[in-house]
């Protein structure tokens, strides 16, 4: 695991389903019900701990995605449509290759912005120890 990342088993106190940001703890959960969350208070194994998903910074973070993949779309269609890259298409077949092509390498790159761990500021964080647990010393 990372540096200041920890598995802990949530208990949640209301519903997960319920949660705006449910897909941002399923994305890292293990059979078990473990989820990864960003450790800041360095927490140790046992200890009770309180967490908290940061669903606004969640929120930001989906309209960003979103806002990229719509200006990379109309971009790549725009550029498609006037450029006409490819000679045997009409400018239309050109606008829609490149909205598939602005759309591609927007993914690509959000992809792996996101798969490098750069984002793992948008996990659940631990903003409380309740109750410390027998590795404490």
């Known amino acids: 695991m990372e540096k200041d990342l920890a598995w802990v088993q949530a208990e949640p ?5 319920d949660c705006s940001a449910l897909s941002l703890c ?4 293990d059979p078990k019900g473990h989820i990864v969350v960003r450790n800041p208070l360095r927490a ?4 009770d ?3 908290e998903v940061p669903e606004t910074d969640y929120s930001r973070e989906l309209a960003k995605i979103f806002g990229l993949l719509l200006f990379a779309a109309l971009a790549g269609m725009a550029l498609g ?3 006409s890259p490819l000679k045997g298409f009409t400018p239309g077949e050109n606008g829609f290759f490149g909205l598939l092509a602005g759309l ?3 993914g690509l790159v959000i992809y792996r912005g996101y798969h490098r761990g750069k984002q793992a500021v948008r996990w659940p964080v631990i903003v409380e120890i309740l109750d410390k647990g027998e590795f404490h010393g």
């Open 26 to 29: 399923a994305g890292k959960k």
């Open 104 to 106: 591609l390498l927007c």
């Open 49 to 51: 701990v309180e967490i």
């Open 44 to 47: 140790r194994p046992g200890d």
């Open 81 to 83: 449509h006037i450029v």
């Open 13 to 17: 106190r209301i519903p997960c389903c």
